[in-house]
Nanobody
Framework: QVQLVESGGGLVQAGGSLRLSCAAS????????MGWYRQAPGKQRELVAD???????NYVDSVKGRFTISRDNAKNTVYLQMNSLKPEDTAVYYC???????????????WGQGTQVTVSS
């Protein structure tokens, strides 16, 4: 079994900051990519940012310059530092990981349970 456990969501005023964390645990051989997606009410889930095991990052245009993704490979943990938050950042944020559970096995995608981020104007 593999679990992704998120923390750090909450309510913040526009212009404020939040830091999300997501720790992966269980039977894991290696994690290729870890990332954050978000889903606002009535909208499709979208990729916010992801990071490879070598540290290559990718961001959606709307968060570039405001959000920073990082990871601690030793702890199988990914972080999302969110600064200058806007009301349009309000959504449920989901952690995601592409990983191998054993050497030579298939790459599998796992999701966290989601954490609510609400930005008030």
């Amino acid at each position: 079994q593999v679990q992704l456990v998120e923390s750090g969501g909450g309510l913040v005023q526009a212009g404020g900051s939040l830091r999300l964390s997501c720790a992966a645990s269980g039977s894991i051989f290696s994690i290729n990519v870890m990332g954050w997606y978000r889903q606002a009410p009535g909208k499709q889930r979208e990729l916010v940012a992801d990071i490879s095991s070598s540290g290559i990052t990718n961001y959606v245009d709307s968060v570039k310059g405001r959000f920073t993704i990082s990871r601690d490979n030793a702890k199988n943990t990914v972080y999302l530092q969110m600064n200058s938050l806007k009301p349009e950042d309000t959504a449920v944020y989901y952690c995601n990981a592409l990983l191998l559970r054993f050497r030579g096995g298939p790459i599998q995608r796992y999701w966290g349970q989601g954490t609510q981020v609400t930005v008030s104007s």
